[in-house]
């Protein structure tokens, strides 16, 4: 197939050539099976073989198997959901934390067993693992003369860690399907051989995570990412299929019968457009992003086999202001099965931490709405902070510290960010846009205090003192503001140290709060002291503005007399050692200059300061 390409003012005919596919990597998709209904009936067993729904508003979220036998379909009106099975069970789901607990758990059981460290979550029910090492490891260690008793080892370390399992069949389904009896020919194939243990490990992951956590999930084995997932869902519920790629033909077979809408990676917005082209229509202006027939009317392999197609013809379907350079490419390989991308290496510690609530049904207008969606939100958002970044801090090489752990951050985010979206005022003409506005600022030292105030009181003080102001810059009129939706974001993760460890940036292994902490016991043989009385020190006084009153939205007048738009709210105390948030606080200075900590009267170098004072906000 040839197609002519405008490149550069003159004709240039390029081979509109296949993509090759890399089938070096062996990827692992789980999809945990009706995941958030899943979660209500681990907590309350007695809603097992129900049908049960979880709503989210208005709105019918999910539900699981029993609910979807009986007609109901997800993203409906709980009104239509009672009215196609009575006997529904209806649960709320607007509070994500359970979920987000339990995928986290499910999470940490898989990637324990990877060796890599190359474990991606996907939203809060899915999961991807590289386990190319693993497999590459147990391949060399088969036995061909004792298939039926294979043994697979999880560790390097442990041969006895592992499981058995019968080397001359797949486990699970395999696409496309194969005669059992011809499994030991096409073991003389490496990339069969490699997909055949896969498959095994596969299985046996998905019966521990149902086993010993009561999750039944659905598994698709392939080379990458995108074969592995869609693989994944021939095949649903509770069961897997392994996708035996041998010849180019079996995966172009298996892509060509998918829907255009159906192949991850490609958008609504690609979607549009290439079913466009192919179709010969033009239906830029009724486009709908959340229309369910973008790129449902043609298949992969009408437009991979439609006249002339290739990634440059591609390209120039995509070429359109603010298109990312390159698509017409990555949709040529996608529809061609081949995907590069990598699996992400796992990380305990979130890249941002995002709390989000939504009003389309009744938005907010009013001061004391939005004063009371602020604190939930803040609540929230603090809440999920201790969950993720908080860990228990123990040393190994102290007994009591074990005993009775004390608690710090693993990480901590500098930045915290508001985020509104308002929808057209009534009887406005303008169409609704559905961009958000953000503002950002430092995250308060005060959020990161552990010690002192709860949850409830931090969350109060930070929705009264930051999130208010910042709504107020973005949002200046008094009232009416018809908003659709409000998120609350930390973002720009510091790591901190623990034992044996270093943090962002940093080198040796060394948690500065452990050291500052066990300093005077380690200096005191060396350390000469004065017995003279020392004087008083002189005080510091700290200024604390009145806070704002509990739900009140104060304003100021302007000097005309006239009514203003700003929010009076109480300047930022920043205590004396508080956990200065700002880049520059990093930097490290030359100089053999000290000075003394006002707290704890230690004399301190200063370039050392910053962490001294990182120290004492941390806490003993």
Not at 77 to 105: M, Y
Not at 118 to 137: A, C, I, K, S
Request: proline share 5%; charged share 25%; aromatic share 6%.
């Amino acid at each position: 197939m040839k197609t002519t390409a405008l490149m550069s003012g003159r004709s240039e005919t390029i081979a509109a050539r296949a993509p090759r596919r890399n089938d070096d990597r062996v990827i692992l998709h789980f999809d945990y099976d009706c995941f958030y209904a899943s979660v209500f009936e681990n907590l309350n067993p007695s809603l097992k073989g129900l049908p049960v729904g979880v709503k989210q508003k208005s709105i019918l979220a999910t539900c699981n198997y029993a609910a979807r036998a009986r007609g109901v379909k997800k993203l409906g009106l709980i009104s239509e959901a009672q009215k196609l099975c009575p006997e529904i069970v209806i649960v709320n789901g607007e509070d994500l934390t359970p979920f987000r607990d339990v995928s986290k758990k499910l999470w940490s059981f898989l990637r324990s067993h990877s060796w890599n460290g190359r474990v991606e979550r996907l939203g809060l029910d899915e999961v991807f693992l590289d386990m190319t090492d693993v497999v590459e490891y147990n391949q060399e260690l088969l036995n061909c003369n004792a298939l039926q008793d294979s043994f697979f080892q999880l560790s390097r370390q442990d041969p006895e860690r592992g499981f058995s399992f019968d080397g001359t069949r797949f486990f699970g389904c395999v696409q496309p399907p194969i005669d059992p009896n011809d499994v030991p020919d096409l073991l003389n194939n490496p990339l069969c051989v490699r997909m055949l243990l896969a498959s095994h490990l596969a299985g046996y992951l998905r019966h521990k995570l149902e086993e010993d956590f009561g999750y039944t999930s659905s598994g698709g084995i392939s080379t990458n990412k995108v074969l592995a997932k869609m693989v994944g869902s021939v095949n649903k519920p509770k069961n897997q299929t392994t996708l035996l790629g041998l010849r180019d033909e079996d995966v172009y077979n298996f892509m060509d019968i998918h829907k255009l809408r159906q192949i991850p990676g490609i958008g609504s917005r690609i979607a549009h457009l290439i079913q466009d082209h192919v179709l010969s229509t033009n239906t830029a202006d009724s486009y709908d992003a959340h229309s369910l027939e973008i790129g449902a009317k043609v298949t992969v392999g009408q437009v991979r086999q439609h006249q002339s197609m290739s990634a440059d013809l591609l390209e120039r379907i995509l070429d359109r202001p603010g298109a990312e350079r390159g698509s017409g490419e990555k949709a040529w390989n996608l529809l061609h099965g081949v995907d590069n991308s990598e699996v992400k290496e796992a990380n305990d510690v979130p890249t941002q931490i995002s709390i989000e609530d939504t009003y389309k049904s009744k938005p907010l207008n009013t001061p004391a709405e939005i004063t009371r969606e602020l604190r939930t939100l803040a609540t929230s958002l603090v809440r999920r902070m201790r969950i993720d970044l908080v860990v228990d801090d123990a040393d190994p090489s102290d007994p009591a510290s074990q005993e009775n752990p004390q608690q710090r951050w693993a990480a901590y985010p500098k930045t915290l960010r508001l985020s509104t979206r308002a929808r057209p005022k009534p009887g406005a003409t303008t169409p609704e846009n559905f961009s958000r506005n953000s503002r950002s600022q430092a995250l308060p030292s005060f959020v990161l205090n552990l010690k002192d105030d709860g949850i409830e009181a931090i969350a109060e003080r930070l929705a009264a003192e930051v999130l208010l102001p910042l709504f107020r810059r973005l949002n200046p009129e008094r009232s009416g503001w018809n908003l659709a939706l409000i998120n609350i974001c930390v973002t720009n993760m510091v790591m901190v140290a623990g034992p044996n460890e270093s943090g962002n940036g940093g080198s040796g292994g060394r948690d500065i709060a452990r050291m500052f902490r066990t300093q005077e016991d380690k200096l005191r043989e060396w350390t000469v002291y004065d017995n003279t009385p020392a004087q008083d020190a002189p005080t510091t006084s700290t200024q604390v503005a009145s806070p704002v009153e509990d739900g009140v939205w104060i304003e100021e007048e302007d000097e005309g007399g006239g009514e203003g738009t700003e929010v009076r709210t109480p300047p930022a105390v920043v205590d004396a050692a508080a956990v200065s948030l700002d880049s520059d606080s990093d930097a490290w200075e030359d100089g053999d200059e000290t000075q003394r900590c006002i707290l704890c009267g230690h004399a301190i170098p200063v370039f050392a300061m910053a962490a001294h004072e990182r120290f004492h906000a941390i806490g003993d």
